[in-house]
T-cell receptor, first 113, second 115 residues
Framework: AQSVTQPDIHITVSEGASLELRCNYS??????LFWYVQSPGQGLQLLLK??????LVQGIKGFEAEFKRSQSSFNLRKPSVHWSDAAEYFC???????????FGPGTRLSVLP | GAGVSQSPRYKVAKRGQDVALRCDPI?????LFWYQQALGQGPEFLTY????????KSGLPSDRFFAERPEGSVSTLKIQRTQQEDSAVYLC?????????????FGSGTRLTVV
């Protein structure tokens, strides 16, 4: 069965610093990978997704993620964090049509002024 | 509508009470999903509809949970005889086959608190 781990429960960075959120997955076939962001009291917003092709994926709000099959990882990065990026971030893996997603436990990002 | 709409936003139920949570998907979206998100955790799959057919209900935690989508649009998640462990945010998502269900759209959720 597929699974997703996000090793960091909580990360704190200073505004303007770079960010990397880790995601590792276990999946028997070609994974469809996603990153979502959730602000308090809000639903999940898609940041980016990977299906195939270029392993470096660009998303919204200046985020990018790199798929590394050999490491079963799909880490999320941003070169310069803004205070508004403070939120909960979820990595997810899905099957061929994104059904039956499995989400990671999430990483809470705090941003210091 | 422009997005997935869920109501109510907040629901407080006394233990043992029945509740019904509503999801209005994006118009024309064939697929609809329900997830349960406990405090501090990621969402967990509950059930999936394609039009009015419930194709997967493997995530429903007990027979107290029941979901329906009788006309293939609006869906209702019903929880009977609520227990404290049912307290969570219930998220609904819908997707269109034209985009292959990838990265479907989530509603803002219903926060259920059982007291």
């Amino acid at each position: 069965a597929q699974s997703v781990t996000q090793p960091d429960i909580h990360i704190t960075v200073s505004e303007g610093a770079s960010l990397e959120l880790r995601c590792n997955y276990s999946y028997g076939a070609t994974p469809y990978l996603f990153w979502y962001v959730q602000s308090p009291g809000q639903g999940l917003q898609l940041l980016l997704k990977y299906f195939s092709g270029d392993t470096l994926v660009q998303g919204i709000k200046g985020f990018e993620a790199e798929f590394k099959r050999s490491q079963s990882s799909f880490n999320l990065r941003k070169p310069s964090v803004h205070w508004s990026d403070a939120a909960e971030y979820f990595c997810a893996v899905g099957d061929n049509y994104g059904q039956n997603f499995v989400f990671g436990p999430g990483t809470r990002l705090s941003v210091l002024p | 509508g422009a997005g997935v709409s869920q109501s109510p936003r907040y629901k407080v139920a006394k233990r043992g009470q029945d509740v019904a949570l509503r999801c209005d998907p994006i118009s024309g979206h064939v697929s609809l999903f329900w997830y349960q998100q406990a405090l501090g955790q990621g969402p967990e799959f509950l059930t999936y509809f394609q039009n009015e057919a419930q194709l997967d209900k493997s995530g429903l935690p007990s027979d107290r949970f029941f979901a329906e989508r009788p006309e293939g649009s609006v869906s209702t998640l019903k929880i009977q005889r609520t227990q404290q462990e049912d307290s969570a945010v219930y998220l609904c998502a819908s997707s269109s086959p034209l985009v292959g269900g990838h990265g479907y759209t989530f509603g803002s959720g219903t926060r259920l608190t059982v007291v």
